[in-house]
């Protein structure tokens, strides 16, 4: 059984860095597509990255492009998620999920692992 557990969450200002970082427990997670997710007050989960579960190739939502950046170790056990530039927008909880050979999904459910979430704070 893999767990995932998120961590660098926490308030930050507009314009300011957070990183986020998502440890795997278990295994190494070859030939799964991981990703991060998001959920805020009132709003609908987004995808906000992913990485591919077969070439690495990433993705990013048109919120995030150019300030987000989605990455995980060489193990495959840890998952990665630098912000710069963050906008009171960002504010929500962040998820990390896995799903083995396809690509991440919006919904929690539609993947095979997901963490307990970080929440994420920009102030304006």
């Known amino acids: 059984q893999v767990q995932l557990v998120e961590s660098g969450g926490g308030l930050v200002q507009a314009g300011g860095s957070l990183r986020l970082s998502c440890a795997a427990s278990?295994?190494?997670?070859?030939?799964?597509?991981m990703g991060w997710l998001r959920q805020a007050p009132g709003k609908e989960r987004e995808l906000v990255a992913v990485i591919g579960w077969n070439d690495d190739r990433t993705s990013y939502a048109d919120s995030v492009k150019g300030r987000f950046t989605i990455s995980r170790d060489n193990a495959k056990t840890t998952l990665y998620l630098p912000m710069n530039s963050l906008k009171p927008e960002d504010t929500a909880v962040y998820f990390c999920?896995?799903?083995?050979?396809?690509?991440?999904?919006?919904?929690?459910?539609?993947?095979?692992?997901w963490g307990p979430g970080t929440q994420v704070t920009v102030s304006s």
């Open positions: 278990g295994r190494r997670l070859d030939y799964y597509s």
């Open positions: 999920a896995a799903a083995w050979s396809r690509s991440v999904k919006k919904g929690l459910n539609d993947n095979d692992y």
